[in-house]
């Protein structure tokens, strides 16, 4: 596996229901708003942080299963301030469902469009079970009442630390998941299930990206006008961003000398950016 610095930095997403979606964002989340536009909203963790999440009121619904987005998952620091998130929707008696995975234990809700989120903590690396370059991701009930009692505080915001964990795309062949993330992307296949689902990363993460078939096979793209995900942005170093620039060089979309844009499997763009920062 590549040591390399690899971060999920930002999402874009074609939206409508702008009421609903922004008070979810918002007032349900706690996100910071910041209005880009008479129809685009961005969205950031605080107001320190630069915005992770972009909302186009521009879309519109559509009745089918489609290509792209299966959730994204927002990475808590630790299980305390999880809690206090999970607390707060409990209460609120907003639909949540569950699972602990082994190496995390996550939260799933949908916004108002339908649109997939995980909310998740990581337990120590230290008790992650490898074997033959796989880890061991099972999906069990989370013990919720253990779970609150980590809690410290009540909800006031996301914490410092809170980033994007991992993009899950669904498709119609895991092959083109494949092909995109290990031969393209240079990571490593981490976990399977069955034939249906790959999981993906960088560092011996468990993943960053995930893509399954749970749709069936005969799922189509999303088209530009519907709701669902328009881009999503990494942020790599530079001996990853040298190693991507010259193998993806026939199918970069970009003019700029330091980034990527790749047409990605899913009906949506991905941009890659090369950070200056040193790696920590």
Sequence with gaps: MLNVDYKISHISLMADDEQRMRSFYRDMLGLVEKQQSSSQFSYAFTHQDQPFLTLSFSGQKTAQQRQGLYHFALLFPNKASLASLIERLILAEYPLGSGDHDVSEAFYLNDPNGNGIELYHDRQQTLWQ????????????????????????????????????????????????????????????TAKIAGSAHFYSHNAYHHHHAYNTWFGSDLT??????????????????????????????????????QIWLADPFGSRLVINKDYSPSD
């Design 130 to 189: 490898w074997d033959q370059g796989l880890v061991k991701m099972g999906t069990k009930a989370v013990d919720v009442l253990a779970l609150l009692q980590a809690k410290e505080a009540g909800w006031s915001g996301f914490p410092v630390g809170i980033m994007i964990g991992h993009l899950h795309f669904v498709g119609d062949n895991v092959r083109k998941g494949d092909t995109f993330f290990i031969d393209q992307l240079q990571m490593s296949l």
């Design 221 to 258: 793209q999303r088209r530009p006008d519907e709701n669902g995900l328009v881009n999503w942005t990494v942020t790599i170093d530079e001996k990853l961003f040298k190693i991507l620039n010259q193998s993806l060089h026939d199918q970069n979309l970009s003019t700029k000398p330091n």
